[in-house]
């Protein structure tokens, strides 16, 4: 009987350890994973210009014309034109070739 109390007492420490073991494992491998696609799709779509190419979330396909603060709107074949909201942007298959890019390449092009 001495023997169960001393051993007892050593035991109450194990669960807790038990469950906070539990949630390091389940930060590590579920919620740090989650907030960074948040953070990259969010950088993502605030980086969206016209001239970039989209899919949205429903899987349409189409050419970034116009954004606004929350709207994008999307030109989805030659002159129908749809809007939608940043966030139903999945990703960029294509992005547009930017004015200061090509610039900055032609700056470096020695002209004789």
């Known amino acids: ?3 169960a109390q001393s051993a007892g007492g050593a035991g109450g420490f194990t669960p807790i350890l038990m469950i906070a073991l539990l949630f390091g494992v389940m930060y590590f491998m579920m919620i740090r994973p989650q ?3 948040r953070r990259e799709a969010a950088a993502m779509q ?9 899919v949205t979330i429903g899987g349409l396909y189409g050419t970034v014309t116009d954004v606004d603060d929350d709207t994008v709107l999307l030109e989805v074949a030659p002159g129908v034109q749809t809007r939608y909201a940043r966030p139903a942007i999945a990703r960029v298959s294509t992005k547009a070739e930017r004015p200061a890019e090509s610039a900055a390449d032609d700056a470096d092009v020695v002209k004789e």
């Open 1 to 3: 009987m001495l023997y």
């Open 35 to 37: 907030q960074k696609r």
């Open 46 to 54: 605030s980086a969206l210009s016209p001239g970039d190419e989209v």
